[in-house]
């Protein structure tokens, strides 16, 4: 799935992500528009996109035993084991402005990104 040489080295050891409070919100607005409280966020990292990695965003009603896992104001991120590798000290944020409204990934560990910021490189 994941080219090895690219993966940012294990030693960021724990695992820690930054899942801000607008972020949280704007999750927690879409959780109530689906009508399923036991719904979390799941965010992954797979290979794609235009700078050759990109983030998914999907809902999930269940965590995995390796998944890592993040609560902020009754929300529940999730982020799987690979993934973590290339999320750990990554801010999750939700901004809206003249472009629109968006979940923004500020990732310490990408060494360039797209235009758009969906995907990355490491």
């Keep these: 799935m994941f080219d090895e040489s690219s993966r940012p080295p294990a030693a960021l050891a724990p695992a820690a992500v930054l899942f801000t409070d607008n972020a949280a919100a704007k999750v927690s607005e879409?959780?109530?528009?689906?009508?399923?409280?036991?719904?979390?966020?799941?965010?992954?990292?797979?290979?794609?996109?235009?700078?050759?990695?990109?983030?998914?965003?999907?809902f999930d009603e269940k965590a995995d035993a390796d998944d890592a896992v993040f609560t902020k104001g009754g929300v529940t991120l999730l982020i799987d084991s690979e993934s973590i590798?290339?999320?750990?000290?990554a801010e999750i944020d939700y901004a809206e402005g003249l472009?629109?409204?968006?979940f923004i990934i500020k990732n310490p560990n990408a060494t360039?990104?797209?235009?758009?910021?969906?995907?990355?490189c490491v």
């Excluded at 472009?99 to 968006?102: A, F, I, K, M, N």
């Excluded at 360039?112 to 990355?120: N, W």
């Design 85 to 89: 590798a290339y999320l750990n000290g």
């Design 99 to 102: 472009e629109g409204s968006r």
């Design 112 to 120: 360039s990104t797209c235009s758009c910021g969906s995907s990355f």
């Design 30 to 58: 879409l959780i109530a528009e689906e009508g399923n409280p036991n719904l979390k966020l799941r965010i992954a990292v797979a290979g794609g996109g235009c700078a050759g990695l990109q983030y998914s965003f999907a």
